[in-house]
């Protein structure tokens, strides 16, 4: 009967341990973020606390102050504004505290970052002294370091407690790379190159402003060297660097960190100070969502599609220009008219893939008597401006000019990067929209992989729609705000473009300084008054913002709509890049680690990461053999073309009640989402909505403006693209 009993409780046992291990399976996830929880090495642990800062201290606001010394000093420190501590010694202190680190969150996480702070001082080849929110740490890259700079790899490792597990947890992001020059300052000086220039030093192994190094720093210029800048890149007459291209970017980045935590972050003495899991955080499947069925679908003329060069191709332009006369000519020096000609050849398919004319359901011709043919190619703007002085635009044809730049983007001399914004904003005086390109890449083999995107920006220039949001219209007015900031004279402005439906359709841009928040909300007033012209029930404003919004930002909005007696909800939907510093979701089942698209995830309190590409879920149709399978897999294979980092979206309301229902919080994403695919200068996915990307294209080239002057043609006019 023992025996029996015995057989009995170990056949239990094994039963139970098999059901864990299957219930184990069918929650299995392959979707990971880059946290690693952890545990309180000390839960609770002794610090000191000084009135005056010395030495190695940190400073800590009130807000920072640990729970156990508010209560026993709250009636001194009321009257303190600052206090300091070295997070080690007690000694000399005016003030101690045994500190529970599970009960003062905001003090815990200074504690921390100066814990991983200190650590990689000794450990990284560079860090960045500000730990009180996070740590940026630099590791030279041996093989992309030259004899002009060396090359760093950067990461920020930031404590966060709770915000995705109930545990602490420590986000590792990849940061991309930097460039320290091998020249040092006072050889740079010596050479006659502006301070101005200088930004971000390297000083004795640590990152520092120029503007906040030591005071005795002068006395060793030979020990500080700058990294590398545009403005500096411009002094020393090297081009700026091409942006690289989105390649394996997703898989690229887990490797990255991947790497970091293997070789550094896994070493036990760092794991002695943060007891970290060892292993990326695996989210639970219920956690991870997906925007709504169809939300990447775009509607075309004849039909649907979800790849914009496709639809365009099987389907044509959703809308076409208008009825017309449509009329091109071109702007170029007198050595590349050839170059002109081929151009012109390609958009009629005598080179390429693409007439313009089939492809875009646009019936246009070239007027050979407008084309502005320059000589001098150093200054070419004085011949343009008096070629188009001299010349009448028949205001009955709408007009194209195809600038074939001799310069491009990338170009080392400012003055002739320049160019590209003036003659554009000439063009705009005589309503001229404008395409501009380099001349050398028409000749370059691959230029009839770019003409699609040439074709499509010219279309929504001359008034069509190639593609839009195949949605339900609701009664919204949708306000996008995006901001470009110029590092030459560190002022940021801002861009704003408003749409009157929710199927992506724009009606007016402007731009202006960012801190002129009057002109911001009375340029939104304005638009909520031309949308009830025409649509008397507006159920909501909905803001895209390029950031977080503060209430001192959102306060005039407010006012503004209450001296309209408009009572209705604001919503704002504040959508980051999320390139750095912050969570990424990777999907380990996948090759190059990107989830599938619409893919999204809470992050905390109304905030989420958002996947935004052209990853879509394969679905196989039950008539479909294996060849056709194949066929399937290879083509949406091939559609997927860039990898973009998802992008983080923050949620703010006037009425709390939106952010609390789950169904309406999922229609807000699914609008960034769909947004995103309203991209008109190319038809690669982009990973932010056009609501924030246009106006930070229009804020970018404000600035480049003479007068800061847009033209009314160039508020409602896709000229930026």
Sequence with gaps: MYHYLLLYLLFTFLCLNLWNLNLDIMVKSSHQVNLLTFTHPEPVKLFGFKTIKLNGASPLRKGEYPKELWEAHRKELQE??????????????????????TQSLHFAKHYYNYQIYSYFKNVADLVFPNFVRQTEIWFQDQQQSTDEYRQYNKFT???????????????????????????????????????????????????????????????????IYPVLNSDLADALHWPPSKPQRN???????????????????????????????????????????ITSNGSNLLKFGTGYETDPYEGLKKFKPCIPVPPGHYKFFFICHESDQETANTFHKYSQRRLGFINFSEFLSLPVTYDKDKHVIFRDLENPLPEIKEKLENT?????????????SPYNKYDPDPVKRNLYYQVKHVLLKYRVTSQVIFNKNILDESFKFSVANIAIAVLAKLGGIPWRLDREISSELIVGIGAFKTKKYNIRYLGSTFCFANDGTFQRFDSF?????????????????????TNREAERLVIHFYKRMSNKEIAPIIRQLRSLQLDIPV?????????????????????????????????????????????????????????????KKSEL??????????????????DETILEDPEKVKELIDQVYQFSRMYWESVSQQNLPVTVKYPAMIAEMFPHLPGNDLWDFGKTNLWIL
């Design 571 to 631: 919503v704002i939907v504040s959508v980051n890049k999320n390139e750095s510093e912050d969570l990424i979701l990777f999907d380990t089942d996948y090759e190059n680690k990107m989830p599938l698209s619409g893919t999204y995830l809470a992050i905390g309190r109304d905030s989420y990461i958002l996947c935004n590409n052209c990853r879509y879920p394969f679905v196989a149709d039950e008539t479909d053999d294996e060849l056709t399978l194949e066929a």
């Design 80 to 101: 303190t504004g600052c206090l300091y501590t070295d997070f080690e010694s007690t000694q000399n202190c005016k003030y101690t505290a045994e500190v529970d680190l």
């Design 157 to 223: 490792l930031t404590v966060q407690l709770a915000l995705i597990t109930n545990q602490p947890e420590l986000v590792v992001a990849y940061n991309g790379t930097s460039r320290v020059l091998n020249r040092n300052v006072l050889e740079l000086v010596s050479d006659n190159v502006d301070t101005r220039c200088f930004n971000w030093m390297v000083y004795r192994g640590e990152l520092i402003r120029y503007e906040d190094l030591p005071a005795d720093a002068n006395n060793w210029l030979s020990e």
């Design 513 to 533: 300084p960012a801190e002129d928040l009057l002109s911001l909300a009375g340029s939104i007033r304005e638009a909520v008054i031309n949308y009830r012209n």
């Design 247 to 289: 390649g394996k970017k997703y898989r690229f980045y887990f490797e990255q960190i991947d790497q970091l935590l293997k070789n550094i972050l896994n070493r036990e003495d760092f794991r002695a100070l943060i007891p970290h899991s060892g292993v990326w955080y695996t989210v639970k499947e219920e956690d991870v969502r």
């Design 392 to 404: 009448e635009f028949d205001p009955g044809i709408k007009w194209l000019a195809i600038y074939i």
């Design 637 to 654: 294979k091939k559609r997927l073309k860039s990898y973009p980092l998802p992008v983080k979206v923050h949620l703010q309301s006037t």
